[in-house]
């Protein structure tokens, strides 16, 4: 139950489009379609954005989208607004029936 | 509305033992596998453990096994998690979450255990 690997953190200016990587193995990002992508702001709870890969919950901006090619996924948030400035989490599905989350990826809005 | 409250947080010692509660509301309970996340200060998410819609089957993390114990009431639409043999790196924000689309898609606000030694 390794976690899966993420940038520390990340950063880009308003208007600019930034992605995060999410790199796994054959056990887990690369065997399922169920990766998600959480935001968390300071002190609150988390917010999935994304699940099964590229899937938006309603009311989550287009802003937001997922991909996955073989055993790494990835977040891309476009148009940066300051309010996209949080930590953000991967999370797979793996062959042991389990969930495993990222190291998380601060995002800095410059 | 979803909503998930999380309670049952405390300070206690090396060694005690605990038990959270998450209170579910806005949806039907019963149809739904739960999930319990915990993040310790400062640190990222960590995935603890997971049970079925009817509670007949419970997964957990290598970190937990043996020393948490995942269960639900439906009739009272509550989670449970059950901590025993408590250390040190258990100190964390606890979360409950709802299990849909393949991942924890609602959550609550957290509760917050800390271990003492």
């Known amino acids: 139950q390794s976690a899966l690997t993420q940038p520390a953190s990340v950063s880009g200016s308003p208007g600019q489009s930034i992605t995060i990587s999410c790199t796994g193995s054959?056990?887990?990002?690369?065997?399922?379609?169920?990766v998600s992508w959480y935001q968390q702001h300071s002190g609150k709870a988390p917010k999935v954005m994304i699940y099964?890969?590229?899937n938006r919950p309603s009311g989550v901006s287009n802003r937001f989208s997922g991909s996955k090619s073989g055993n790494t996924a990835s977040l891309t948030i476009s148009g940066l607004q300051a309010e996209d400035e949080a930590d953000y989490y991967c999370?797979?599905?793996?062959?042991?029936?389990?969930?495993?989350f990222g190291g998380g990826t601060k995002l800095t809005v410059l | 509305q979803v909503q998930l409250v999380e309670s049952g947080g405390n300070l206690v010692q090396s060694g005690g033992s605990l038990r959270l509660s998450c209170a579910a509301s806005?949806?039907?309970?019963?149809?739904?596998?739960m999930h319990w996340v915990r993040q310790a200060p400062g640190k990222g998410l960590e995935w603890l453990a997971n049970?079925?819609?009817?509670?007949?089957?419970?997964k957990y993390a290598d970190s937990v096994k043996g020393r948490f114990t995942i269960s639900r009431d439906n009739s009272k639409n509550t989670l449970f998690l059950q901590m025993n043999s408590l250390r040190g790196e258990d100190t964390a924000v606890y979360y409950c979450?709802?299990?849909?689309?393949?991942?924890?898609?609602?959550w609550g606000q957290g509760t917050l255990v800390t271990v003492s030694s």
């Open positions: 979450a709802k299990g849909e689309n393949h991942c924890a898609y609602e």
């Open positions: 806005g949806f039907t309970f019963s149809r739904f596998g």
């Open positions: 049970i079925w819609h009817d509670g007949s089957n419970e």
């Open positions: 054959s056990s887990d990002v690369g065997g399922y379609n169920y």
């Open positions: 099964e890969v590229s």
């Open positions: 999370s797979s599905y793996t062959n042991s029936g389990t969930w495993v």
